[in-house]
């Protein structure tokens, strides 16, 4: 099975940027589709962006649109997550995660999950 550990969280102030990585190892992600989930203190885990296997199709939630940016690079097994004009909303605990066996949106259809890395942004 495939194994992620994202990286890239830390604390920064609100209008920020950070990029998050998704290391794989002992299966190539160039297999699978991939997304990152986000879960704030209190919520549920929700969902964030979705990329198919070879690139052609991403897809974001509403709440980051036009400031986040999923990407892949299949050649160093690496998904990342650019995070541009960060809000205090956006602090939670982001999760990468991989094979989703039907929609991209749901957590319970993903089959790999990373730990987690936490992220915070101050007002």
């Known amino acids: 099975q495939v194994q992620l550990v994202e990286s890239g969280g830390g604390l920064v102030q609100a209008g920020g940027s950070l990029r998050l990585s998704c290391a794989a190892s002992?299966?190539?992600?160039?297999?699978?589709?991939m997304g990152w989930f986000r879960q704030a203190p209190g919520k549920e885990r929700e969902f964030v962006a979705a990329m198919a296997l070879n690139s052609d199709r991403t897809y974001y939630a509403d709440s980051v649109k036009g400031r986040f940016t999923i990407s892949r690079d299949n050649a160093k097994n690496t998904v990342y997550l650019q995070m541009n004009s960060l809000k205090p909303e956006d602090t939670a605990v982001y999760y990468c995660?991989?094979?989703?066996?039907?929609?991209?949106?749901?957590?319970?259809?993903?089959?790999?999950w990373g730990q987690g890395t936490q992220v915070t942004v101050s007002s």
């Open positions: 002992r299966r190539t992600i160039s297999r699978y589709d």
């Open positions: 995660a991989a094979n989703p066996r039907g929609t991209w949106l749901q957590d319970a259809e993903y089959e790999y």
